[in-house]
């Protein structure tokens, strides 16, 4: 998967928590994506079985359709672990880091 | 009583009031346009329930940045989709929607001649990708220009359209303020 700084920046969102559910617009809005670029990504993680994804149990949100999650992989995990340590040597990304480091969310 | 809008140039006047309703329309009813963005993706795509739910999930004065975003995703994302669906011709669920069996409906069953443009369709896109040597996304990128330029030539219209009720209740100073200039007039004739 070709390292950019938008699958960097999901893949340390998504290893904040591994073993979470994560939302799809909550990860644009974590992350600074844009929508039009999170949501394809999304589906090449699928489709490599990094992430596996869900829907809410209807029987516990009342009044709204479910919400699609999306849950790391053990596989997924240590492939975006990698793909974050080998951008982490990478010039390119120090500024992404950098911001990480003092605390801001992209 | 003197209109605020006597002074105010037609052409920026009637632009400002397109573009308020169009932000009416936004602001409204989100919900509706975010139904009809879903459309963007092909029919059983588990993206249309997924961001359907996001939606609802959201605080209303969050709903309608979110439909913006949308828009976007929709342009990229649920085209592509189509595309690389017209591009396979495949009858069975792509990876990423074959979780989601039930959702997924395969295309139906074609007349001869529908079956005849498809293929002409399909072989033209094969051969420009192979000519031009141009993937799905740039192919994705032409189509959406060549919409957005005949949503441009059109849009003065379609601006127009959707102003003319805020224009029509936009005049009524002006009428008010001719009808009591004529009647004023017609008194201190009649005095």
Known sequence: MKKTHALVS???ALLDDPDGQHWGYELAKKTGVRSGVLYPMLSRLLDAKWLVDGWEDPTVI???PPRRYYQLTKVGSSRLQAVVAEAAREPRFAPLF????L???L | MISPFRDFPPDLYLLSVGL???AIVFATVPGLLLRLIVLLWPKGHPRRAELMGEFYALGLHRRI???FEMLEAGLFDGLAARFVRLDSGREVPPPSVAR???LWQPPRKRSRTKRWLYKAALWSLVRVRKWWRVGIGALVLVALTTILLVLGS???QIAQVLSLPFAIIATIPFVRDELKRRRKSKDDDEG
């Open chain 1, 10 to 12: 999901v893949a340390c």
């Open chain 1, 62 to 64: 009342h009044g709204r």
């Open chain 1, 98 to 101: 950098t911001l990480r480091l």
């Open chain 1, 103 to 105: 605390g801001w969310e």
């Open chain 2, 20 to 22: 308020a309703s169009v």
């Open chain 2, 65 to 67: 940045v979110f439909v």
């Open chain 2, 100 to 102: 989601h069996a039930e």
């Open chain 2, 154 to 156: 059109l849009g003065g």
